[in-house]
Each structure stands twice: as structure tokens, then as C-alpha cells.
């Protein structure tokens, strides 16, 4: 039944040109299946903080706006699945939307269920956040100013790209430890240059963000000149070259092993710089 439900809605999301024109009501079915996803994934992290959500995040669940905000794309999400459903003969669409919406607002009325502090997190929230975000900004764009204007949002493989979308967020907190890994153990077996990094930190923090800037940027250069050219990392490197439709969701395919040792050579320039402050963003 799963099967065949996953494949209904992979149907309807892949409909020919003339029934994704407005007025059909698939945007309004695609609208509304997205807000549903992102109200429940929410929900999730509220619900199940330990497990589904990511530290940093949680502040934003005792914002007074949070309550409002998610109850405002619930009933946007529920008018926009209703509205699939009497325009639309395939109402697959709105229905899951419903589904999503109303299996969130349950978490939020029982929230019975704690989650131990000793699982391991899946940013859950952060996978809905950086799809929205992203989503909103570049879908918009490439539209607009692009030459994807007469390529379908859901393209061929775009289910492919986003599954790697979801691992890289829903893994982060493990993919950020990885990352940081080579910075920590340069750290700690470099002590004696103790002198450097106080004059690295010394110095006028926008000087550093430009250090950090284009060291970062050669770093990048160098590392991606090596997966072309040397044929046991292209095998890792190809995967990002497969894409046969270009969007803004093909850029996130790529293979784990090359995420990794990308962030973890890329950060180590800030390293000077995050021991003073003792935070480093991932430039990547």
C-alpha cells in the first residue's frame, strides 16, 4: 500500500506540462504537500527534540512566534489541500498534505513522549528549514532569470538529489563531528604555535573573514583538482557529475566520503581563528 501510495504521489508530482498550469490545481497540491512535510517535521523536533532535532535549533520552538508561525502554515497548508482537491480529479496531492497536517497537529496536542538525551540526533528541522529556505530563494530565481524556465520543478533524478539533500541534513550533527575532526586533532598536537594563532586572533575580525576567505578558496581549488585528476577520487567525484538535469537541487549530489574530507580540509584555515572564539562555521 506504501508502494503504491509513494508512487501515486511521484505520479501526480511528474504530470505533464498542461496539468501543472494554474488553474488545475497542482500548485496548490504541491504548495500544500510541502507545508505539510514542513509543519510535521517540525512538529517531530518539537515533540521528539532528543531525537529528531538539532540543539542550536531548539531556541527557536520557545520562540512566542514559533506557535503562531506553524498553526499560520497549517491553515495555509490546509486551505491550499482543499483547494487541490476541488480542482483537481487527482487529489493525491491534497490528501497527503491533510495527512501530514493533521498527524502534526496530533503530535502537538499529546506530546507524551520524551526522547532519551543519549540517542543520536537527525535534524529533522534543519532538513525543512534548509529545503524551505533554499527552495524559496533559488526555485524563484531559476524561474525567473535562468534558462530552467521551461524545465519542470520535479525534472527527471529529482527524487535521487533530494535523497542526498535529506542525508546531508538529517546527518549533520554526525557530518559536522567529521568535519571538525581534522581541525581538533591539528589543534591538539600543534600547541607550539601558540604565538601564530594569538596573532591570527589579534587581528580585525573582517582581516580574518578575508583570510579565511581565500585560504578556504584555495584550499577548495586545489581539492577539487585532485578529485578530477586523480582517478581514484574522480570514482567519489563523479557521482556529483551525474546529474543529467541541472538545478538548484543537483548541486547536493555527492558522495559522502567527498562532503567529509571537502569540510574537513576547507575549515582547518579558521582553526587559528576558532580557538579564540571556540566556534567555527563550515565554509564549504
Not at 523536533?45 to 531548539?58: D, I, M, N, V
Not at 502534526?104 to 529533522?124: M, T
Not at 568535519?179 to 582581516?207: C, E, F, I, K, N
Request: hydrophobic share 50%.
Amino acid at each position: 500500500m506504501i508502494k503504491r501510495l509513494r508512487l501515486a504521489i511521484r505520479a501526480d508530482l511528474e504530470s505533464p506540462t498542461p496539468e501543472r498550469r494554474f488553474g488545475k490545481g497542482w500548485l496548490s497540491g504541491v504548495g500544500a504537500l510541502v507545508l505539510g512535510l514542513a509543519v510535521l517535521s517540525f512538529m517531530l523536533g518539537k515533540t521528539f527534540p532528543a531525537a529528531f532535532s538539532l540543539e542550536p535549533l531548539r531556541v527557536i520552538y520557545q520562540s512566542p512566534w514559533f506557535n503562531p508561525v506553524l498553526q499560520a502554515m497549517m491553515l495555509l497548508g490546509f486551505v491550499l489541500a482543499c483547494l487541490n482537491m476541488m480542482l483537481r480529479q487527482n487529489k493525491i496531492l491534497g490528501w497527503s498534505a491533510l495527512v501530514a497536517i493533521f498527524t502534526a497537529s496530533i503530535l502537538g496536542e499529546s506530546q507524551l513522549y520524551q526522547a532519551s538525551q543519549s540517542q543520536a540526533l537527525l535534524g529533522l528541522d534543519w532538513f525543512a528549514l534548509n529545503l524551505l529556505m533554499t527552495g524559496l530563494l533559488f526555485i524563484p530565481l531559476e524561474k525567473l532569470f535562468g534558462r530552467l524556465r521551461e524545465q519542470a520543478l520535479f525534472r527527471p533524478e529529482w527524487r535521487d538529489d533530494l535523497l542526498y539533500f535529506l542525508v546531508s541534513s538529517l546527518f549533520v550533527q554526525s557530518l559536522s563531528y567529521l568535519s571538525l575532526l581534522p581541525s581538533y586533532t591539528l589543534l591538539a598536537h600543534t600547541q607550539d604555535w601558540h604565538g601564530l594563532r594569538q596573532a591570527v586572533a589579534s587581528q580585525p575580525l573582517w582581516l580574518q573573514f578575508i583570510e579565511i576567505m581565500v585560504l578556504t578558496d584555495f584550499v577548495q581549488y586545489w581539492f577539487h583538482r585532485a578529485f578530477h585528476q586523480i582517478p581514484a577520487l574522480w570514482r567519489f567525484h563523479a557521482i556529483h557529475h551525474s546529474a543529467q538535469h541541472m538545478d538548484w537541487l543537483a548541486g547536493s549530489r555527492m558522495h559522502l566520503i567527498e562532503v567529509i574530507a571537502l569540510r574537513g580540509l576547507t575549515i582547518i584555515p579558521c582553526t587559528s581563528w576558532a580557538l579564540r572564539k571556540r566556534q567555527c562555521t563550515l565554509i564549504s
